[in-house]
């Protein structure tokens, strides 16, 4: 067992977990701790396999958290990167209503978009459509200026840096599978030996919710993984999207709907969808763990989470098993668009909460006992809204800390 008790050990060394460490260490407070990553490297699951979109805060709820710590986690990330000099651009985006239907849903996103104090929103009519996206096509549009795209794995990178340099710890390799409390502190065994500390805070990600019943807390959802595939556009016909092409989200789902993303080094990515994964960090259509298949099946949200939404869950499996229904969706915001200037590219997996009555989660979701921070439920937009969500963790943890 190590003989250093730290202040706070974190287990995950995510997005989430870094910046709640960074947090925890901001000057002058000084607070020990130790961030735990089960991987050998960081930003091995969530963070760094994700779109690189810098989120606007236009889909959420207004008031919600995720709403809140999206736009203030946003104008955070711009500073931080422009400080840590990591490549990024504020290209904006569309979001392209192409179908009647999705007037409305459009013109209640822009609403939300100004609820929410998004600056610089501008409704664009049919035709204006290709002043922005030469090759896009639709009834109307949203532009919204203030997206971005940057590369998360360096932002993963630059935090790890700098909780290192104001003197935190953080361990690869280091999973956490058995945790336990012995009078005022709390013992989290790890593959890489004992950690002691007096406040744990939980940012797992795909295993949130496990980490949180190996402490004894019985949270009323558990992790889905909803597998997130992606093309990419062949090298001849990237001149057809310039920058982000989104469609009308369904007010339904948590998710976007495939859409064009154009990466830093110039690749345009096309996805992703969301396919109900057989394994939490599985990444091939085909991954499967029997564990993972297990829990779920036997639980019983998940059954209601089949009711509810499986004729969208058929839809979004056809897409991955079939490039020609992946372009479809894609042509309808850019109509030259042929299956065959699709090449597959990584997947990610998202880990999404889905409570007892079967709902997929829509905000973050953090759950505290005696000494304890766990974060449950922490899907898009998580990364762009890092650094905030990190700052509120960390107060809770502080607070913990501080009552003793
Ligand atoms: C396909 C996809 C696209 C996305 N696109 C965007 C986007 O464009 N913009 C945006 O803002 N957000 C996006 N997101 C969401 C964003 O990436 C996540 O919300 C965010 O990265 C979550 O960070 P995290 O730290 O909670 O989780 P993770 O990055 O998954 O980190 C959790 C860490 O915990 C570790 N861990 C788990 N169990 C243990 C254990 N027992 N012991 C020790 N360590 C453990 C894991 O190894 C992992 O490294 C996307 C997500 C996906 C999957």
Known sequence: ??????????????????????????PPRRCSLVVLEAEPHLAAHQSGRNSGVIHSGLY????????RTCVEGRQALYRFLEEQQIPYERCGKLVIATSARELPILADLQRRGHLNGLQGLRWLRAEEIPEYEPYARGLAALWVPETGITDF???TQALARLIGQRGGEVRTRARAFRIHRLGREIIVETTAGDVRCRVLVGCAGLQADRVARLCGLHPDLRIVPFRGDYYELIPERRFLVKNLIYPVPDPELPFLGVHF?????????????????????GYTRWSLSVRDLGEMIAFSGFWRL??????????EMARSFSRRAFA???????????????RPAPSGVRAQAVDLSGRLV???????????????????PA??????????????ALAHLEGG
């Not at 089949?306 to 839809?315: D, E, N, P």
Request: proline residues 3%; charged residues 25%.
């Open 306 to 315: 089949i009711a509810r939404y499986g004729r969208t869950g058929l839809r």
């Open 383 to 396: 990364a762009t809204a890092s650094l905030r969500i990190g700052q509120i963790i960390a107060a809770r």
């Open 328 to 342: 479809r969706a894609l042509e309808r915001l850019v109509p030259e668009i042929r299956a065959q200037d699709l």
């Open 60 to 67: 959420y709820r207004p008031g919600s958290l995720k709403a």
């Open 1 to 26: 067992m190590s003989a250093r008790l730290y202040d706070v050990a974190l287990i995950g060394g995510g997005l989430v977990g870094l910046a709640t460490a960074y947090a925890l260490l901001e």
């Open 261 to 281: 993303t154009r990466r830093l080094d110039g690749r345009v990515e096309a996805g992703p969808n969301a396919a109900l994964a057989l394994k939490r960090e």
């Open 153 to 155: 794995a360096l932002v």
């Open 362 to 380: 829509d905000d973050f979701r953090i759950l505290e006992a005696e000494r304890m921070v766990h974060v449950l439920n922490a899907p898009s």
